[in-house]
C-alpha cells in the first residue's frame, strides 16, 4: 500500500473514523496499530526488523537512564546503541557498496535510514538529559514507527513526537472538522506536488538522462533544472502529505522544507532544504564533532564530514558522496569568500539587503544547487560525463523548435508542467512573505472555498500520475 | 443561567448537524464530478460496442459468443434484414471461452435469449488468467490482452457478476483494480480528450455500434492459404477452455437456452484447430448440440478464401455476410426464434437495420478502393456499368479478374485480358433477378436493350462509349477527362438512374467520383 493509492485513502479515512470513535485511551494503540499495518502491507519481514529494532532502543533507553549518573556507564550504553543501529543500517543499505558486492544484504527495509536516525537522535537526547526515556512501549513504538513518516520522514525528533502521543495529549485530540480540513488541504497540497508535477516532470527528465547525446547542451540543462524541480516536488510532496496526515490526527509533524529554492546562500539551503535531516546532522554530528568551535580548519573538516556523511545517507553510490562533498565544498569556499564578497559590495555601494543583490545570491544558488543535483540524478559517472559533454553542443534552437514537447509527453502535458511549477514558485514565495496560501482560502466564504478545494482534488485525481496504468514511481526518498 | 448552558448546548448540536450537512454535500459534489470525469476519460470501445445492447436487450433472442473470427463474421444487421431474427454479436478479439462464460453470465443479467452461439476457436487453450495468459507470452502480449479485454468489459455496470468475472480471469490484484474502477488506468487520458469523448459521456451515440460486430470493410490479398491436413484426434484431456465450454452448456441447459457451436473459417488452419473442431465435435456429438463446423472447407464450401477474407483468419464484410446468412438458416430453425421484421415493437431493429443499409448504399456509391467497391456491387447486388478499356492494367490483375467473374458468372474476363480489352459488363438488377451484359474485345453494337434502354455500345482499344435512346450527345463512360483510368464503375439506380460514378486507377491507388 503506497501513500498513493486508493487503498492508502480508504484506509486513511477509516482509520479517521476508529481514532474518534475509539475510547481516548486506547487512540495510541489505534495508531501503533494502523503503523504496523501500513508498514507491514510493504513487506511483513520488515515489520519483525521494525519490532526488533523498536525493542532494542527502547530497552536501551530504559537502561541508559537509570545509569544516567554514571556517564561513563551511559556513554559506553549509548555509544553500543549508536553502534547497532548504524552496523544495521551499514549492513543493510552499504554492505554492497563497501565491498565492492561482495556481499549483498537480503532486502532493504523502508525507512530504515528514517527511523534508525530517529532511534539514534532519540538515546543521544535521553543521554544529554533532553528527554526523559520513554517508559510507555506503546509511546515509544509509535514515535519510531508513526505511518506518515515511517516511510519518507521528516525525521523527528523525540522531544517534539513523544509529548504527543501520551494518552493526556491524545485525550485532548477531539474531531475538529477545521483540522481535519487544513490537514486535508495540505496533504492534497502534497499530491499535487508528487503525482501532478514530480512524476510528470520525470518522464521528461529520464527521457533526456536516458540519451543526452539526442539533446544539445541547452536542452540538457532544460532537464537539469526540471530534475531540480522534481526532487523538490517529490520530496516536498511527501513531506507534505505526511504533515498533512499528522495534522488530521491532530500530531503536529516538523517542517521539513521552506521555500529553499528561495535561498540565498548554500548554508541558507541548508537550513530551508530537509530541515528534518540537516537539523539531525547539525544537532548530532557537527556539534560533537566540534562545530565551529575548534578552529577554522577543523570547521572546515567537520563540515566536509557532514556533508560527505550527509551524502552517503541519501545512497550508497558515490555520486551520492560526492554530491555530499560538493555542497561541502560550496560551504566551505562560501566561509572563504565572504569577506571578498563584501568587500566588492562596499566597492559597488550595493547594500547587503538590496532586492537586486538577493536576486542575483538567489540565482547563484540555484544554480549552485542545480548542477549538485545532477550528480544526484546520474546513475554512475559515465553518464555524468556524457551529460556534462553536452554543453559543448549547446544547440539553443531546440528550446524553440519544439524539441520540449517531445521528450515523452505531449503538449498538455508540458503546459501542466509549467503551469504547475508557476503555481509551487508562488506558493513558496508566498510562504516566504508569511502569507499561506491555505489559510487565506481557508478564511473565504464557502462558494469560493469549495469550488477551490473540488478544482484541486479533480486536478488531482485526474492530472495526477497514479494507478496501474503508469507504475507511479515509489517517491524517490523511500529507499534513503 | 441553565436556560444560556441549553441554548449553547443546542447551538453546538445545530453547529455539528451544519457541518455534518456540509460534509455529506461536499462528498456527494465530488463524487458526481468524478463520475463525470470517468464517463469523459473512459476509452469509447466498450461504450461503443454495448451502445445499443441497453436499449435492446429484453428483445434479443440471439448472442454470439467467440473471438474476432465471430465479431468480424456475423452481423446482427445483416441477420435482422435476412431473418427478422434479434441477436447481438458479444464476441471480442483474441476471446476465449473462459471470456465467453463470463460475458454470457453478464448478458444474462439483462436480457434472457433462446439461443447462444460459441465459437469454439482457442478451445485448446489451457489457461485461465488473461493478464499471464500460458506464462510464455511478452509483456506487450499480455497489456494487449488486458486491454482486450477492457475493451470488452469497461462499460457493464459493476454488477456481482462482472466483479465475479473479474476475479476470475485476472490474477494480479492491481490489474483487477483497473476493471473495477477504471477511472484508475483511464485518468490519463485527459490530455487526448476530444469532442466524441464528451458527447458519448453524455450518451450521444456518435458512432455505429454494428450491435456488436465489427464488418471489415477491407480488401486485402496476398496472404497464406493453407489448410493443415485433417486430424481425426481430440484434445488429450479437458483444458481450462473446454471446462468452460462445460459451464457454458450447464448454465444454457438450466436456462433452457438453446446453445449451437460454430467455428468460423480459416485460411490457414493449424493441428490445435483441428483439435479443437473435433474435441468440439465429440461435444456436440454427446450433448446433441448442432455444430456448424466451417473449418472443414470440403464439406463446408462457403467461403472463398481469397475473395471473402481480409487476412488468414477474419472475413471481410463480403465473408461476414455469407456467414451471417448461413448461420441465420439454423438459427431460425430454433425453438422460439420468429422473424421479427414488421412487428411494430421491434421499430428500433428496423431503425437501425435502414440506418445501417443507408450507410452502405453511400458507401457502395463512393468506396475509394476498386477491390473493396466490386465486392461491395456483389454483396449488394448492384445493378451498373463497369468498363476497362483497351491495354488496361486492370485487366491483368488476378484479383480484379476473380471480382469480375464472380459479379458476371462468367470468366469472359479472361477473354478480353487476353486480347487486352477492351471489357464492359451492364449489371441489371431491376427485375430482381441479376441480367449480366458482357462485351469483349473491339466492337461496335448499335442497338440493344439494358438496364439503360436502348442501348449503343462502341468498344474500342482506346475508346468506349454508352449511349442510350439515340442520345450520342451523352456518353454514359468519360472518355475525356477519365481518358487514362483503368476502370469505369457506374452504379445505377433501380431504373437505370446514374446513382455515381467512379473513376478507378489501381495502379496509383486513385479515385475520383462524380
Given at each position: 500500500m503506497g501513500t498513493a493509492s486508493i487503498e492508502f485513502i480508504l484506509f486513511l479515512a477509516i482509520l479517521l473514523g476508529v481514532y474518534h470513535v475509539v475510547p481516548t485511551g486506547i487512540k495510541g494503540i489505534v495508531l501503533l496499530g494502523a503503523s504496523y499495518l501500513f508498514y507491514g502491507?510493504?513487506?511483513?519481514t520488515y515489520l519483525i526488523f521494525l519490532a526488533v529494532a523498536t525493542l532494542f532502543t527502547y530497552g536501551s533507553g530504559l537502561l541508559l537512564e537509570k545509569n544516567i549518573e554514571y556517564r561513563s556507564r551511559a556513554k559506553v550504553i549509548m555509544g553500543i546503541t549508536i553502534f547497532a543501529n548504524l552496523f544495521v543500517l551499514g549492513w543493510f543499505k552499504y554492505i554492497n557498496f563497501f565491498t565492492g558486492g561482495k556481499i549483498e544484504s537480503l532486502f532493504l527495509p523502508v525507512g530504515i535510514s528514517f527511523y534508525l536516525f530517529m532511534s539514534i537522535g532519540y538515546i543521544v537526547d535521553v543521554y544529554r538529559g533532553k528527554i526523559k526515556a520513554e517508559k510507555n512501549i506503546i509511546s515509544y513504538a509509535l514515535f519510531v514507527s508513526?505511518?506518515?513518516?515511517?516511510?519518507?520522514?521528516?525525521?523527528?525528533r523525540a522531544g517534539n513526537l513523544l509529548p504527543q502521543f501520551k494518552k493526556e495529549y491524545l485525550a485532548?485530540?477531539?474531531?475538529n472538522t477545521e483540522r481535519i480540513r487544513d490537514g486535508f488541504v495540505r496533504m492534497l497540497w502534497g499530491y499535487f506536488q508528487k503525482l501532478v508535477l514530480a512524476d510528470r516532470i520525470a518522464v521528461a527528465v529520464n527521457t533526456v538522462y536516458g540519451?543526452?547525446?539526442?539533446?544539445?547542451g541547452a536542452m540538457v540543462f532544460v532537464a537539469s533544472l526540471l530534475y531540480t524541480f522534481q526532487i523538490y516536488c517529490d520530496f516536498a510532496g511527501y513531506s507534505n502529505v505526511a504533515i498533512g496526515i499528522g495534522e488530521i490526527f491532530g500530531i503536529k509533524i516538523i517542517e521539513?522544507?521552506?521555500?529553499?529554492?528561495?535561498?540565498?546562500?548554500i548554508a541558507d539551503f541548508w537550513r530551508r532544504w530537509h530541515i528534518s535531516l540537516s537539523s539531525w546532522f547539525r544537532d548530532y554530528l557537527y556539534i560533537p564533532l566540534g562545530g565551529n568551535r575548534k578552529g577554522t580548519i577543523k570547521k572546515y573538516v567537520n563540515v566536509m564530514i557532514v556533508f560527505l556523511l550527509s551524502g552517503l545517507w541519501h545512497g550508497a553510490g558515490w555520486n551520492f558522496i560526492l554530491w555530499g562533498g560538493l555542497h561541502g565544498l560550496y560551504q566551505v569556499i562560501g566561509v572563504l569568500v565572504e569577506k571578498i564578497r563584501r568587500k566588492v559590495y562596499r566597492l559597488l555601494n550595493v547594500?547587503?539587503?538590496a532586492f537586486s543583490l538577493k536576486g542575483v545570491k538567489v540565482s547563484i544558488t540555484f544554480l549552485c544547487v542545480n548542477f549538485a543535483w545532477m550528480l544526484f540524478r546520474i546513475t554512475d559517472m559515465e553518464l555524468f560525463l556524457r551529460v556534462i559533454k553536452r554543453f559543448k553542443d549547446i544547440q539553443i534552437w531546440q528550446l524553440f523548435d519544439?524539441?520540449?514537447?517531445?521528450?515523452?509527453?505531449?503538449r498538455a502535458n508540458v503546459h501542466l508542467i509549467l503551469i504547475g511549477l508557476g503555481i509551487v514558485v508562488v506558493v513558496d514565495f508566498l510562504n516566504e512573505k508569511g502569507i499561506s496560501v491555505s489559510k487565506c482560502i481557508a478564511k473565504e466564504r464557502l462558494w469560493v472555498r469549495w469550488p477551490l478545494y473540488l478544482a484541486a482534488i479533480m486536478i488531482v485525481l485526474v492530472c495526477g500520475m497514479w494507478g496501474s496504468g503508469f507504475n507511479a514511481n515509489n517517491f524517490i526518498y523511500y529507499q534513503f | 443561567m441553565k436556560d444560556k448552558m441549553k441554548k449553547n448546548t443546542k447551538n453546538k448540536i445545530v453547529r455539528k448537524l451544519y457541518s455534518g450537512i456540509k460534509i455529506v454535500i461536499f462528498f456527494c459534489i465530488l463524487f458526481l464530478m468524478v463520475e463525470i470525469a470517468t464517463k469523459v476519460v473512459q476509452r469509447k470501445e466498450s461504450v461503443k460496442k454495448y451502445s445499443d445492447f441497453w436499449e435492446l436487450s429484453e428483445q434479443i433472442d440471439v448472442l454470439f459468443f467467440g473471438s474476432s473470427h465471430m465479431l468480424n463474421g456475423i452481423n446482427p444487421l445483416e441477420l435482422y434484414a435476412e431473418y427478422g431474427i434479434t441477436s447481438y454479436n458479444m464476441a471480442k478479439h483474441g476471446g476465449m471461452i473462459t471470456e465467453s462464460y463470463w460475458m454470457l453470465m453478464n448478458a444474462l443479467d439483462y436480457c434472457q435469449p433462446k439461443c447462444v452461439v460459441v465459437d469454439?476457436?482457442?478451445?485448446?487453450r489451457d489457461y485461465q488468467y488473461i493478464d499471464l495468459m500460458?506464462?510464455?507470452?511478452t509483456q506487450e502480449e499480455l497489456d494487449n490482452s488486458i486491454s482486450l479485454f477492457h475493451d470488452n468489459i469497461?462499460?457493464?455496470?459493476?454488477t456481482k457478476t462482472k466483479i465475479e468475472a473479474i476475479n476470475d480471469l485476472i490474477s494480479d490484484y492491481e490489474i483487477k483494480k483497473e476493471f473495477v474502477w477504471d477511472f484508475s488506468i483511464y485518468h490519463d487520458r485527459w490530455s487526448s480528450v476530444n469532442a466524441r469523448d464528451f458527447k458519448m459521456a453524455v450518451?450521444?451515440?456518435?458512432?455505429?455500434?454494428?450491435l456488436g460486430a465489427t464488418p471489415m470493410y477491407i480488401f486485402e490479398s496476398g496472404f497464406p492459404i493453407s489448410q493443415t491436413q485433417k486430424i481425426?484426434?481430440?484434445?488429450a484431456y479437458d483444458t481450462v477452455c473446454v471446462k468452460y465450454l462445460y459451464k457454458i452448456m450447464e448454465e444454457c441447459e438450466k436456462r433452457g437456452i438453446e446453445i449451437i457451436f460454430t467455428f468460423m473459417p480459416m485460411a490457414e488452419s493449424y493441428a490445435q484447430d483441428w483439435l479443437a473442431v473435433n474435441t468440439g465435435e465429440r461435444i456436440a456429438g454427446e450433448h446433441d448440440i448442432l455444430f456448424l463446423?466451417?473449418?472443414d472447407h470440403n464439406s463446408q464450401?462457403?467461403?472463398?478464401y481469397e475473395l471473402d477474407m481480409?487476412?488468414?483468419?477474419h472475413a471481410n464484410t463480403s465473408g461476414m455476410r455469407k456467414l451471417t446468412s448461413y448461420v441465420g438458416q439454423y438459427l431460425?430453425?430454433?425453438?422460439?426464434?420468429?422473424?421479427?421484421?414488421?412487428d411494430k415493437e421491434y421499430q428500433t431493429w428496423e431503425n437501425l437495420v435502414s440506418q445501417w443499409q443507408g450507410e452502405e448504399i453511400q458507401r457502395l456509391l463512393g468506396e475509394p478502393d476498386l477491390y473493396l467497391e466490386l465486392n461491395m456491387i456483389y454483396d449488394l447486388n448492384a445493378s451498373g456499368i463497369i468498363f476497362m478499356p483497351g491495354n488496361s492494367s486492370s485487366l491483368q490483375d488476378n484479383i480484379i479478374q476473380k471480382l469480375i467473374m464472380r459479379l458476371a458468372g462468367s470468366d469472359a474476363v479472361l477473354r478480353a485480358a487476353e486480347q487486352d480489352g477492351p471489357y464492359l459488363m451492364i449489371r441489371d438488377g431491376s427485375s430482381g433477378v441479376m441480367q449480366i451484359q458482357e462485351f469483349v474485345g473491339e466492337q461496335q453494337i448499335d442497338s440493344f436493350e439494358s438496364i439503360l434502354g436502348d442501348t449503343c455500345y462502341i468498344g474500342l482499344k482506346n475508346f468506349g462509349a454508352v449511349y442510350v435512346?439515340?442520345?450520342?450527345?451523352?456518353?454514359?463512360?468519360?472518355?475525356?477527362?477519365?481518358?487514362?483510368?483503368?476502370v469505369q464503375v457506374v452504379i445505377l439506380g433501380?431504373?437505370?438512374?446514374?446513382m455515381s460514378k467512379l473513376y478507378y486507377d489501381p495502379v496509383w491507388n486513385d479515385m475520383k467520383k462524380e
Open positions: 502491507s510493504q513487506n511483513s508513526f505511518f506518515p513518516i515511517i516511510m519518507s520522514g521528516p525525521i523527528e485532548k485530540i477531539k474531531f540519451s543526452p547525446e539526442s539533446y544539445g521539513n522544507f521552506r521555500a529553499p529554492y528561495l535561498a540565498t546562500s547594500r547587503e539587503d519544439g524539441t520540449i514537447y517531445n521528450l515523452g509527453l505531449d | 469454439l476457436w482457442a478451445l485448446d500460458d506464462g510464455n507470452r469497461d462499460s457493464w455496470p459493476l450518451g450521444e451515440k456518435s458512432e455505429r455500434s454494428y481425426d484426434e481430440p484434445l463446423n466451417l473449418l464450401n462457403i467461403i472463398d481480409f487476412d488468414e483468419g431460425r430453425k430454433v425453438d422460439g426464434i420468429v422473424d421479427h421484421r414488421g435512346d439515340g442520345n450520342f450527345e451523352d456518353n454514359y463512360l468519360n472518355m475525356e477527362e477519365y481518358y487514362e483510368t483503368q433501380q431504373d437505370g438512374e446514374v
